[in-house]
Nanobody, 123 residues
Framework: QVQLVESGGGSVQSGGSLRLSCAAS????????LAWFRQVPGKEREGVAT???????TYVDSVKGRFTISQTNGQNNLYLQMKSLKPEDTAMYYC?????????????????WGQGTQVTVSS
């Protein structure tokens, strides 16, 4: 069982920056996917970014060039650096983990989830 705990959310004005963190209770050396998702009430959970055990990353088109996913010490810490934030980035952000080799942005393929951290961007 892996426990994930997010932090770093908050309120910021449009154009501002935030850095989300996710601490994992366990560490796997290879064959894993880590991801950030976000969800707005009434909408489906949306994949934002993924990173695999080789360090390869993917991003949803709406955040490319503005968000950066990274990790340290294997999978103990996951980050999402968010710049040039827009009001449409407002959502609850979740980190997620899966023991698999090919990462996707499908929520159903992730086994472990954090409790979420709220990001609010005002115009």
């Amino acid at each position: 069982q892996v426990q994930l705990v997010e932090s770093g959310g908050g309120s910021v004005q449009s154009g501002g920056s935030l850095r989300l963190s996710c601490a994992a209770s366990k560490r796997t050396s290879s064959g894993y996917c880590l991801a950030w998702f976000r969800q707005v009430p009434g909408k489906e959970r949306e994949g934002v970014a993924t990173i695999d055990s080789d360090g390869s990353t993917t991003y949803v088109d709406s955040v490319k060039g503005r968000f950066t996913i990274s990790q340290t010490n294997g999978q103990n810490n996951l980050y999402l650096q968010m710049k040039s934030l827009k009001p449409e980035d407002t959502a609850m952000y979740y980190c997620a983990a899966s023991v698999r080799w090919a990462c996707t942005m499908e929520p159903g393929e992730y086994d472990y989830w954090g409790q979420g951290t709220q990001v609010t961007v005002s115009s």
